[in-house]
């Protein structure tokens, strides 16, 4: 079963508009973190913003943030005032394990596309 | 910058053979991760090392294998090589303790094409 869902294989959002970009996940673990990461066309992987499973509030990193809803199991990503290098895809990621063994388990992204 | 140095960034071979992709993490990370990105794929995990050790193992065929180095670099090891193994290879890494988000640095990715 799938442990990450990004439902939106692709987005198209006008420049300054905000954007929401949906992640639900899958576990049975209390503690648990998520993140978002963007991957340019260039290809390198960036990390956006995390959230951990305790957290009370949504995480806020600048123009990102996170809407947390913890007993709908979703993560979505909520890019606000959209700039055309914001265009990339964007991974939810999940992460599972503990201790040293903690790995992140990637959803299968979502294309944005910023419109001038 | 990541912190995270890959080499080769473009590798392109042919069926049958091997190659071996290096990877240094940040500077004080004892994790060291290895994600394969196919085309129009998600990231696939598929192994892990923690301080020379394998700590989890995901979806690596048996024809691939990674060690970490005492000097905590880490290469991985791609054998026989097929058409699909053609993908962006990522390196990542972490400090390790238990206490952090787990949040990984991921290096530029060394990308394979298997001709």
């Known amino acids: 079963a799938q442990k990450i869902t990004q439902t939106q294989p692709g987005m198209f959002v006008q420049e300054k508009e905000a954007v929401t970009l949906d992640c639900t996940y899958d576990t049975s673990d209390p503690s648990y973190g998520l993140f978002w990461y963007k991957q340019p066309s260039s290809g390198e992987m960036i990390f956006l913003i995390y959230?951990?499973?305790?957290?009370?509030q949504n995480a806020t990193e600048g123009r990102y943030s996170l809407n947390f809803q913890k007993a709908r199991k979703s993560a979505n990503l909520v890019i606000s005032a959209s700039q055309l290098g914001d265009s990339a895809m964007y991974f939810c990621a999940m992460r599972e394990g503990k201790g040293s063994a903690r790995q992140l388990t990637f959803g299968s992204g979502t294309q944005l596309t910023v419109l001038p | 910058d990541s912190g995270v140095t890959q080499t080769p960034k473009h590798l392109i071979t042919a069926t049958g053979q091997r190659v071996t992709l290096r990877c240094s993490p940040r500077?004080?990370?004892?994790?060291v991760y290895w994600y394969q990105q196919s085309l129009d794929q998600g990231l696939q995990f598929l192994i892990q090392?923690?301080?020379?050790?394998?700590?989890a193992k995901g979806n690596i065929l048996e024809r691939f294998s990674a060690q970490q180095f005492p000097d905590l670099h880490s290469e991985l090891n791609l054998s026989s090589l097929e058409l699909g193994d053609s993908a962006l290879y990522f390196c990542?890494?972490?400090?390790?303790?238990?206490?952090?988000?787990?949040?990984?640095?991921f290096g530029e990715g060394s990308r394979l094409t298997v001709l």
């Open positions: 990542a890494s972490r400090r390790g303790g238990a206490s952090e988000t787990g949040e990984l640095f």
């Open positions: 090392y923690y301080n020379g050790e394998e700590r």
């Open positions: 500077s004080g990370d004892l994790s």
């Open positions: 959230q951990g499973s305790y957290d009370q």
